[in-house]
């Protein structure tokens, strides 16, 4: 079988013409084809589907030597073997977002019945906490957007893009598929499943790893570790003592009293870059005319979506992420005191709004260099904007009072669509000199790309701060720390920034210890 690329035609009943022109073929020598990848060309004035194929054709090695034709990779994952070592407990994952639910599958499948713990709760009490926390009650800091079924992924866009080119990603998207998860996952080259779609899914993998012999434990906190001669013997959790040798740690990126814990038992963990920056929401009927043009009704192609970046004058990168076509901004807090957002949208992405963040690069020159000093630097700046915002709502400004430094008195055209209200303020006052200078050129920058982005009715709400870990728990070869037995995991142990990434990196740890470990009796 051989892949054939940049197949662009604007319907789908025309693949088929457009493959036999590519390849200068009659109908009888094609034999079958199928779609690889489907994404959207807009960079040119007449706006196309852009299809990757495999097809089936008669004596395919002479097309070999052809432009955009290659052979098929075979994208069939393979088990690792198992391996001798005596296992005398069963494995545990801590956390149960990406990283967490792929280790735990893939332990499961190959008989090493998991125990799971997560220190939030299953989904559906989890949905009802958060959606109490956004109508204005209490935050609980241990059942949130944060923590719980699902990880930070279950309260959000549910992007399924990696730039990566591991194998395992297919893998990845197989498995949601199997889960219930729609079937277009596999072709469409920006995949997502939605908030509400990712709900089905989380029930269904929880239910195939319970059948397959794992066992859950919610609202269960890791809280020490429990070590003989630098090697993992136990752990402490909020409801008891678990035996354990061999732990993969899924924590994700705010569970920074479980680092601090782990760095007391000894683990080497260092400082990383990372980012803080703002939301910015405009009419998604904006961003549909500003990237489609004269296709911006036509519904095969929208919602669109925008990716933007620049390097800033002070060599700080300004980007574009995480962006929510038809979306909204969520509180998402963690910890008491601390004002954190994000973006979200469902599966249909219908909302009325777009939301993006915006993102400026922050590293030692902002931070410091003594341990747990970028995780410091967020802390402070999630405290400062929740006593700006005098409580959760979100810290707001229309981008053009933003840029003249101003504070907003009032909405255009843009209305938030953040649930907890929100209280204008001069973001000017949130961010350091140099994370403004860097936000200010890149809004401008950005102008160009798109005019009206930053210059009409665009609002600004702050403090976007978990976009990744602010820290990396170091691992060797074998993916363990320097503690034997422990495997940092995920986005939050620093290698891995999204859902898809961190399953790979989920499925990555588990294959580490399959290689190693003979299944527990």
């Not at 922050?362 to 700046?381: M, P």
């Not at 101003?406 to 649930?419: A, D, E, H, K, W």
Request: with cysteine.
């Amino acid at each position: 079988m051989i892949r054939i690329t940049q197949i662009k035609c604007l319907n789908e009943n025309e693949i088929e013409t457009q493959i036999l022109k590519k390849l200068h073929i009659s109908k009888k020598d094609l034999l079958s084809w199928q779609i690889h990848r489907r994404s959207i060309d807009a960079r040119h004035q007449k706006i196309l589907f852009s299809y990757i194929v495999d097809a089936c054709v008669r004596k395919e090695e002479r097309f070999l030597k052809l432009r955009d034709v290659s052979v098929t990779p075979d994208e069939t994952y393979v088990n690792v073997p198992c391996g001798t070592m005596p296992l005398k407990h069963r494995p545990v994952v801590v956390g149960f977002g990406p990283s967490g639910m792929f280790a735990a599958l893939l332990l499961a499948r190959q008989g090493y019945k998991p125990i799971v713990l997560e220190r939030g709760s299953q989904i559906d009490r989890r949905q009802k906490v958060v959606q109490a926390f956004w109508n204005g009650d209490d935050l609980d800091p241990e059942c949130n957007v944060q923590f719980g079924q699902g990880g930070a992924g279950a309260f959000s866009d549910g992007k399924l893009t990696t730039r990566s080119k591991d194998a395992r990603a297919r893998k990845v998207l197989e498995e949601l598929v199997e889960m219930g998860a729609d079937p277009d996952i596999l072709i469409d080259a920006h995949p997502h499943i939605g908030t509400d779609g990712f709900v089905p899914v989380l029930k269904k993998l929880q239910e195939t790893i319970e059948t397959l012999g794992g066992t859950f434990y919610y609202d269960t906190a890791l809280q020490d570790l429990i070590l003989e001669d630098g090697k993992l013997h136990a752990i402490e959790t909020s409801k008891g003592r678990i035996l354990c040798e061999q732990l993969i740690l899924c924590i994700g990126h705010s569970a920074t009293d479980t680092v601090r814990m782990c760095a007391k038992r000894g683990m080497i963990i260092e400082n990383k870059p990372f980012a803080v920056g703002v939301r910015i929401e405009h009419k998604q009927s904006f961003v549909d005319r500003s990237i489609l043009r004269e296709m911006a009704e036509d519904d095969r192609f929208r919602p669109a979506r925008y990716q933007l970046s620049m390097t800033a004058q002070n060599q700080k990168g300004v980007y574009s992420f995480c962006m929510c076509p038809g979306g909204y901004v969520i509180p998402s807090s963690s910890s008491i005191g601390q004002l954190v957002i994000n973006g979200m949208s469902y599966a249909d992405r219908s909302g009325e709004n777009a939301n993006s963040a915006l993102l400026v690069q922050v590293n030692a020159s902002d931070y410091g260099t003594h341990l747990f000093a970028g995780l410091e630097y967020q802390e402070q700046l999630e405290k400062k904007a929740f006593a700006m915002a005098k409580d959760y709502r979100a810290c707001v400004q229309l981008s053009k009072d933003y840029l003249a430094n101003r504070i907003s008195t009032g909405f255009g055209n843009v209305l938030p669509t953040y649930q907890r209200k929100t209280t204008f303020v001069d973001l000017n006052q949130l961010f350091s000199p140099a994370v403004n200078a860097a936000l200010h050129e890149g809004l401008l920058y950005f102008e160009k790309r798109m005019p009206g982005f930053s210059l009409q009715d665009a609002v600004l709400s702050a403090v976007e701060s978990r976009s990744s870990s602010s820290v990396r728990l170091v691992r060797d070869a074998s993916l363990q720390s320097n503690i034997q037995g422990i495997y940092p995991c995920g986005e939050g142990s620093g290698y891995a920034g999204g859902i898809m990434t961190s399953a790979i990196d989920g499925i990555k740890c588990a294959e580490k210890m399959i290689e190693s470990f003979a299944k527990p009796l």
